[in-house]
């Protein structure tokens, strides 16, 4: 489809970078060793969403990379892909507020409920309007998966600092 030519690179790159750092999470939750209910309480509202996030951005770039006879089918994959995003980072920021091991603080509420709620939205109005607007569309596709892929690489290194240099005191 030629309204996808062009964004090949752009997504093997994201793509790839998305899986590599899937397996350097697992690495990285593997190595901190916690087995507390408050820390696994904190895990599901502060590790798990990284994972999750290199997923989305995995499996966006699967979805564009496929070659489709047109934008509909894509989009609507996106399209859910965005809805369910939008649900996690919601139930995310639930589990942020009951969970007891931390106390968030204005960047963990933005990096881990705001700016994951924005990117999934944006996947998702992508997907509404990808019919009239394909170009635009697939533009918000893309900073979408940007966003999400910096996100990711924000909290799993947010994470591991903290582990390290906070958890070790304790």
């Known amino acids: 489809m030629t309204t996808l030519n062009g964004w090949e690179n752009f997504y093997i790159i994201v793509g790839s970078s998305a899986g590599a750092l899937i397996g350097l999470q697992f690495v990285v939750i593997t190595l901190i060793d916690r087995a507390s209910r408050p820390a696994a309480e904190a895990g599901a509202a502060f590790a798990t969403p990284s994972v999750v ?34 649900v996690y980072a919601a139930v995310v920021a639930r589990r942020m507020r009951a969970q007891t091991a931390y106390r968030p603080v204005f960047e963990d509420w933005l990096f881990h409920a705001l700016l994951p709620l924005a990117a999934y939205t944006l996947l998702a109005l992508s997907a ?12 918000g596709v893309g900073a979408s998966s940007l966003l999400l892929l910096f996100i990711g690489i924000h909290n799993a290194w947010d994470s591991a600092t903290y582990n390290i240099f906070v958890g070790k005191r304790r």
């Open 128 to 139: 509404f309007f990808a019919d009239s607007h394909t170009a635009r569309a697939l533009l």
């Open 53 to 86: 996030h290199f997923g989305a951005v995995l499996l966006l770039s699967a979805i564009v990379s496929v070659p489709w006879d047109g934008i509909t089918a894509a989009s609507v994959l996106w399209g859910l892909v965005g809805f369910c995003g939008f």
